[in-house]
């Protein structure tokens, strides 16, 4: 399962890059707008931070097909790494086609049903995200959601790849691995938190005190 950083904060996505954890990152227009910085600066430090084989993926802010078309192309064109966010409209979902018919891969965004998610793959889709934690946060289940996507994905065999968005714990992530998805965007302390268990951090502390008093010394380093 690939992992993306669900930010545009370039020091969350410098720290998780140097851990070397992700595999690209996932933005939208209210997580660029928060910077307070211009967007085209904020993209050049991105592409600045992330190595080469990471996927970036930007979004659009049009909503008619000639618009969605040419500020999709623009964003493709600034770097190999882009995948462009699109929302599922009708004319972003025209716009998909067209696009990955073209050769660029798209990402359609803000997508809350099965059928919106079946449609995004006969239009082409390369990533398909379903925002889960949006969907709880009205107190739906959006795990049935995903569940049904991955059926549907599966019994018709599309390509398009499912990115779980909208991540709101740690038990989402876990639960997105069990489903099958192929990526989770999740925000940066979601990603931190995968690293802790306490049993960890207390057997850490007891194999360095049992070292300490035995008065070992270590091979030459
Ligand atoms: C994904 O691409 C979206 O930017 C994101 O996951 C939305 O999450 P939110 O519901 O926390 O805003």
Redesign the pocket.
């Known amino acids: 399962m690939k992992l993306?950083i669900?930010s545009a904060k370039i020091e969350e996505i410098q720290k998780l890059e140097d851990l070397g954890v992700i595999d690209g990152i996932?933005?939208?227009p209210?997580?660029a707008s928060v910077t307070g910085k211009k967007f085209k600066d904020l993209v050049s430090e991105i592409f600045e931070t992330l190595s080469k084989d990471r996927i970036i993926?930007l979004?659009v802010i049009a909503t008619d097909y000639d618009n969605i078309l040419k500020q999709a192309r623009a964003l493709a064109a600034l770097d190999s790494r882009v995948v462009v966010?699109i929302p599922c409209i009708p004319d972003g979902l025209k716009a998909c086609k067209k696009l990955s018919e073209e050769g660029i891969r798209v990402?359609i965004?803000?997508v809350f049903s099965p059928m919106q998610a079946l449609l995004c793959a006969k239009m082409g889709a390369f990533y398909v995200?379903p925002?889960v934690?949006?969907l709880d946060?009205i107190s739906m289940d959006g795990m049935d959601v995903i569940s049904e996507i991955v059926k549907i994905y599966k019994n018709y065999e599309y390509k398009t790849q499912i990115?779980f968005?909208?991540?709101?714990s740690v038990e989402h992530i876990r639960l997105a691995a069990l489903a099958g998805v192929d990526i989770v965007?999740?925000?940066y302390n979601f990603i931190m938190e995968m690293y802790n268990h306490p049993l960890t951090d207390k057997g850490l502390a007891q194999f360095l005190e049992d070292w300490k008093n035995a008065g070992e010394e270590f091979i030459a380093v």
């Open positions: 993306f669900d996932t933005t939208n209210t997580l993926n979004e966010k990402n965004t803000l995200s925002f934690g949006r946060d990115l968005a909208s991540v709101r965007t999740s925000p």
